[in-house]
């Protein structure tokens, strides 16, 4: 097969028995549709970026770009599998899942860094275009 053609994945360890598969990069459709919920937001939030504008950002990003999970910290109280989906990402408790969300987001923005982006160090990841300079 063509490795291009080809959806990378990318498997983040969550502790010894519980994984979460993401996406190794965003293609263009996913990165405009996190842009457009992270506009969005910001537009709800009138213009001005609020806590819960930031978490509803993070959440964004790992809505487009979480795979699946595996392991028993996704078992729900039923004692079964709970199957990934976006929605049941609105239900995590924001404090609680902390960690959880932060893990995930940072590592998402880290394999969807440029090459120049990475070498100038904390770039934002879905920063607006660049202006130029005259």
């Known amino acids: 097969m063509i490795k291009f053609l080809t959806k990378a994945q990318h498997v983040v360890q969550i502790d ?14 996913t990165t405009a549709k996190v842009q457009n919920d992270m506009l969005n937001i910001s537009l709800a939030d009138g213009g001005e970026m609020k806590a819960s504008g930031i978490l509803a950002q993070k959440l964004s990003l790992l809505k487009h770009n979480i795979l699946s999970w595996d392991g028993p910290m996704f078992i729900g109280d039923d ?29 998402i923005a880290k394999l969807n860094k440029g090459k120049e982006e990475a070498a100038e160090g904390d770039t934002p990841l879905l920063a ?3 202006t130029s300079k005259a």
């Open 79 to 107: 004692g079964k599998p709970v199957k990934f989906s976006p929605d049941v990402l609105d239900s995590l408790d924001p404090v609680e899942s902390e960690g959880f969300i932060t893990l995930l987001f940072d590592t």
């Open 128 to 130: 607006a275009p660049a």
């Open 16 to 29: 010894q028995f519980s994984s979460v598969t993401i996406r190794a990069k965003m293609d263009f459709k």
